[in-house]
């Protein structure tokens, strides 16, 4: 049966047997790749240097130059070419040298012809698949500028097309979505899609500080406007002239600053803590939340007036359980981000790793799922990243079911023992842990001496 490509590659066919490069020269031809064949390794990296190949099926033993000695030269190269590696000689040590120098596969002689097929159509899908999602990803760049951001979901589909619509018009935008769904990315996103792209983009989480804190660090402060203000300070809204101020963690803002905060947007202009001469500002304004707000303004623990001057644009991202199609994407994503940073050789995530995170219920969204992905290419020791690398947590057979007769926690008590798994699932890492729940780390020391977890 034909092995049916997603389009039609170039492949190459490298053996100094000649009955056996045109037996498999007429296979790959009849599945609907463009096919080459040669007898010695020069001829076929003189012509890999002028159109390079998608998939190479390279014999070891070659006259003159061998197999591992071309793959070394494929690899110098460049590109895409994935390399299946042929011997007619058994042993562990070729195998592993030629993973090592990057090859795709290496099976011995002799050689089956489905496996064969099956190897070169999964290495040119593979290929294909990275070419599409550079083209992609430099259409995102050139179209949409949301490269930062991943997903191909209907979910995300909507929340890029509202971000390019919006972005250019100067309006306040208010994000909202469960911790670990990317709202940052989302505000930067806007920010590079917009007028004021050249200018400063100020961050700053309204979480965990003091009504004084807040206030100097947004407003600026006076020289000699409290003990150790020594010198004048700008503030960070001043500081973001002619750019973007991103207010993470919004509803989490001091009453007390939320009515100095309303007062800014609704007049544009500021007074450093200690100043007496209002300074004019020329900003845009946005704010994101894990909260819902419209609750918050119901029950009087936000303003009314403010999250109607913020929530001009609403921008809901979903969470990753509402958006699972996009598992396999940003897996790939973290595993190529972090294998790099980490200087491993990790290229695959085997089908059942990714049936386990498919099936998870990620409760920190895609931030816990990079965090799951880092830990495991950090422990992966091979080029594939399987169920072994994974956190104890995903794996199903030690998922324990709700009992029937299991008795009914509080709200107070599910936040406590969320806190302490993610805690221990991370080593005790404070800051970590703080990253993943998305909350500040005086905020994850205020629940750790709350519920005894210190």
């Known amino acids: 049966m034909p092995a049916n490509p997603v389009m039609a590659g170039r492949v190459a066919v490298v053996d100094d047997e000649a009955a056996a490069r045109k037996r498999l020269g007429e296979a790959f031809s009849r599945d609907g790749y463009q096919v080459e064949t040669f007898g010695d390794a020069e001829a076929f ?3 890999q240097g002028q159109a390079p190949f998608d998939a190479v099926l390279l014999d070891l033993r070659l006259p003159g130059m061998d197999g591992l000695a071309a793959l070394k030269r494929v ?3 460049g590109g895409d070419t994935e390399v299946v590696l042929v011997t007619g000689f058994g042993g562990l040590e070729p195998a592993i040298e030629a993973i090592k120098l990057g090859a795709y596969h290496f099976v011995a002689k002799p050689v089956r012809l489905a496996e064969i097929r099956n190897l070169i159509k999964a290495a040119c899908d593979k290929v294909a698949l990275g070419r599409a999602n550079r083209q992609l990803r430099q259409a995102l760049r050139e179209e949409t500028g949301l490269e930062s951001m991943i997903g191909a979901s209907a979910a995300m589909r909507g929340v890029f097309e509202l971000v390019r619509k919006i972005a250019p018009v100067n ?3 208010l994000i909202q979505g469960a911790s670990g769904t990317g709202k940052a990315l989302v505000a930067k ?3 590079k899609l917009s007028p004021r792209r050249d200018e400063t983009f100020v961050s700053f989480n309204c979480g965990g500080f003091t009504e004084e804190l807040i206030a100097s660090e947004l407003f600026g402060y006076e020289k000699g406007a409290f003990t150790g203000a020594s010198a004048t300070r700008a503030g960070l809204l001043e500081s973001a002239g002619g750019g973007t101020v ?6 989490e803002m001091p009453p007390s600053m939320q009515v100095k905060l309303l007062h800014v947007i609704q007049e544009r202009r500021i007074l450093r803590v200690g100043g007496v001469k209002p300074i004019d500002l020329d900003i845009r304004v946005i704010a994101a939340t894990n909260r819902d707000l419209k609750s918050d303004v119901a029950e009087g623990l936000f303003r009314e007036d403010l999250f109607y001057r913020l929530n001009v644009v609403n921008i809901h991202l979903p969470s990753l359980s509402e958006r699972r199609e996009d598992i396999p994407l940003l897996a790939r994503h973290f595993i190529d981000k972090y294998s790099l940073l980490f200087h491993k050789s ?5 089908p059942q790793a990714l049936q386990m995170l498919s099936a998870y219920a990620f409760p920190g969204n895609v931030r816990e799922l990079e965090n799951i992905v880092e830990r495991g290419v950090a422990l992966c020791d091979g080029d594939i990243f399987d169920t072994g690398d994974l956190p104890r947590e995903l794996n199903p057979a030690d998922a324990r079911p709700a009992q029937a007769d299991e008795p009914l926690v509080s709200l107070e008590e599910l936040e406590r023992r969320h806190i302490a798994r993610v805690l221990e699932s991370t080593g005790r890492n404070k ?7 998305d909350v500040p780390r005086t905020t994850l020391w205020r629940k750790l001496k709350q519920f005894h977890l210190e």
């Open 45 to 47: 990296l003189a012509r």
């Open 75 to 77: 690899k110098a190269m």
């Open 171 to 173: 309006c306040n935008v």
């Open 189 to 191: 996103a806007i920010h």
């Open 246 to 251: 991103f207010l993470d963690e919004i509803g």
């Open 346 to 350: 990790v290229r695959e995530l085997s």
């Open 431 to 437: 800051s970590l842990a703080a990253q993943i729940l």
